[in-house]
Structures are given as C-alpha cells and as structure tokens.
C-alpha cells in the first residue's frame, strides 16, 4: 500500500465513523436515532486517528436555546459555510464547520483561532432548501429572500432536506397564521381609537382563534413553541388590553344609540341598548388590564343605569299625562285622540 493509498483508507475509517449514539455517519449526525454523548453537538473534539477540535470557543451545544431540539447535525473540515454574493467563512487550522437543524432554526458554526464565527436562520425566513451534487459529495443549498447559504458535506443530505423543509412548512404555516392574528389586531386597536365599538368582539374572538391555530401547530415541536410562544403571548397581552377597551367602546356605542332611540321613542329597543351598555362596562372591568380604569368604567356604568331607571319610568309617566290629559279634555275629538294615545302608551309600558 502506498503512502497515498493509506491516507485515503484513513480518511475512509473516520470519515464513516459513527460518534457516540447520536449517529454520525459520512459527516451527518441523526439526532433521531438515539442521545447526545460524544456526537458533535457536545463534543469539542473528535475522536479517532484524525482527532481535531470542532470550535474553538465552546460547544455547540451552549448555542441551543430552552427547549430547542436538534434535529441533524453536519460537518466538514475545509469548506466551512458559504454565503453568496458575499463571502466565505472557512474553518482554519484543525478546526471544522458545523450545521446544525433544530425545530427552531439552522445554525452555521465555523471553528476560528480569532473566534468562532455563527450565523443563525430562523426556519420561517428560509424559503427552500436542497441538495446539490457534487463531485466530492453533497451541498445543502438554505435559501432565504436575501441570499443562499451553502454548505458542502459529504454525507447523504436528502434526510436532512426532507426534515428541514417539513420544519420549515410548520413554521410558515404557524407564522401565517400568527400574522394575520397581529393584522387584526391592528384593524381593531384603530377601530377602538375612533370609537368604533361595533363589531369589536367579532375581530377578538378571530384574533384569538388565529393565536390558538399558530400555537397548536407549534405544539409538536418544544423549541419552536417554545420561541413562537413568547411571541404569541406578546400579542395576546396586547389583546387582553384591548378587550377590554374594546368592551368599553362597545358600552359607549350602544349608549348613544339608546339615547337616540330614546329620542325617537323607540323606548324597547333603547332600553335593551341601555342594559347591553351597562352589561358591556361590567365586562370591560372583569379583564385585567389597566385602561379605561376601574373608577372611569364604575362612573360610566352608573350613569346608564341612573338613565335606565328613568327610562323604565317614561312611559309609565307618558301613559298617565295622556289619561290626565283626556279626562280633562272638554273637546269630544280631542279627547279621544288622547284616549288613544293613553291606550297605545299602557301597551308600551305592558
């Protein structure tokens, strides 16, 4: 055997190697496959006739977020990651370029003497993801809307593109559903601004089923519900305070609305609107958010339930004036327009 010929048969026994039980295979790491020890996630170095440091300042693992699964890991020892249309970062000395899957993100590390150098891609900003062949073997190809990152390996890359871009379908799928949740949430916070209280707890209740819809689709994966869910949460804080606003406007609209009925002596229905404004601000007090205050609600409600009495009142007080006013009445047609009057306002109050 030449001396050649026995580097090449080296390089064969580590490059097929398997690293612990996480299942290292031709550069390719499948956390599915069992636990963490040894594999390049944790390791700061590899074992074997070719051992070299991976990174340079810590593991990979103390990169990974609360909750955050890793998925596939990949290395190489030369290539590092490329960015097009910008530049090359290449692992120097004896150190290695890692890629690292989680249900969250994909994450570039490359091992430097000066400093390891990271790039982290979040899975809802990459648009695709593929395999390109190579001569030497294969390269993952991570698209996003700005550029393509590359990274040559040369184990077999159609698992990792496979989990990757059903990872990537989730979390598109959950953050369209998290977007059209904070668009709504914008129609309604303006709609409350102009005192719009008319279909406002429609627009909650769609916001929270847009909410509801993102986090059951992130529940599968810890990590990215895990990320997703602080978000999520941010939104429905927003909501809680809005509710509650939104409550309080509803209140203000349907008071007006009665007074106007009230003018017109639509007396039923403004009456319902009366007691549907004073339910909408014990409502809007049962949310726990600051705005309106408890004492500015407190005096609302008390002015349209003082109102509510009075109207609950006026027509008792119309029916008797209109029966005062007939008996009273000497003119025989004149008294009989206010008999009927009296009679149509008893049946009001009936």
């Given at each position: ?12 026994l ?22 963490l020890?040894?594999?390049p ?10 051992g ?6 810590r593991?990979?693992?103390t ?5 955050e699964?890793?998925?596939?890991c990949?290395?190489n ?9 910008a530049?090359t970062y290449?692992p ?5 370029g ?6 969250c993100?994909?994450?570039f590390?490359?091992g430097r003497?000066?400093?390891?150098r990271?790039i982290?891609i979040r ?20 698209e996003?809307t700005?550029?393509?990152y ?12 496979e989990?990757?871009?059903r990872?990537t379908?989730?979390?598109w ?7 059209r949740g ?7 916070e303006?709609r409350?601004?102009k005192?719009d209280?008319?279909?406002t707890?429609s627009?909650?209740d769609t916001v ?23 978000e999520?949460?941010t ?6 305070a ?5 409550h ?5 609209h ?8 009230w003018?017109?002596?639509e007396?039923?229905?403004a009456?319902?609107d009366?007691e ?7 409502r809007?007090?049962e949310v726990?958010a ?11 409600r ?22 005062e006013v007939a ?7 004149a ?10 306002r008893y049946?009001?109050?009936?």
């Amino acid at each position: 055997m030449t001396a050649r010929q026995g580097w090449i048969f080296v390089l064969s026994l580590t490059s097929v190697r398997r690293v612990g039980q996480g299942g290292y295979v031709q550069g390719v790491t499948d956390f599915s496959e069992g636990g963490l020890d040894g594999a390049p996630l944790t390791a700061t170095e590899t074992d074997g006739l070719l051992g070299r440091p991976l990174l340079a300042d810590r593991p990979l693992e103390t990169y990974l977020r609360a909750a955050e699964q890793p998925q596939f890991c990949l290395r190489n020892h030369r290539h590092g990651v490329v960015v097009r249309g910008a530049r090359t970062y290449r692992p120097n000395r004896w150190y290695a370029g890692l890629a690292l899957l989680t249900d969250c993100r994909i994450l570039f590390a490359v091992g430097r003497s000066d400093g390891d150098r990271t790039i982290s891609i979040r899975l809802s900003d990459v648009r695709d993801i593929s395999v390109e062949n190579r001569l030497l073997g294969e390269t993952l190809l991570v698209e996003t809307t700005d550029t393509t990152y590359c990274f040559p390996c040369g184990g077999n890359l159609d698992p990792v593109r496979e989990r990757a871009s059903r990872l990537t379908e989730t979390w598109w799928r959950a953050e369209a559903h998290l977007d059209r949740g904070r668009r709504m949430l914008d129609r309604l916070e303006e709609r409350i601004g102009k005192g719009d209280g008319s279909g406002t707890l429609s627009l909650i209740d769609t916001v929270e089923d847009e909410l509801d819809a993102a986090r059951e689709m992130m529940d599968p994966l810890s990590g990215g519900a895990a990320v997703l869910g602080e978000e999520i949460t941010t939104v429905r804080n927003d909501l809680t305070a809005l509710r509650r606003q939104a409550h309080a406007a509803r209140g203000d609209h349907l008071f007006e609305r009665a007074k106007r009925r009230w003018d017109d002596r639509e007396l039923e229905t403004a009456f319902d609107d009366i007691e549907a404004a004073a339910d909408a601000y014990s409502r809007a007090m049962e949310v726990d958010a600051e705005k309106p205050p408890d004492e500015e609600l407190i005096q609302r409600r008390d002015t349209v339930l003082a109102d509510r009495r009075r109207l609950a009142s006026s027509p008792l007080e119309a029916a008797e004036f209109a029966r005062e006013v007939a008996a009273t009445t000497t003119d025989p047609e004149a008294a009989i327009r206010w008999w009927r009057t009296a009679v149509t306002r008893y049946e009001t109050v009936y």
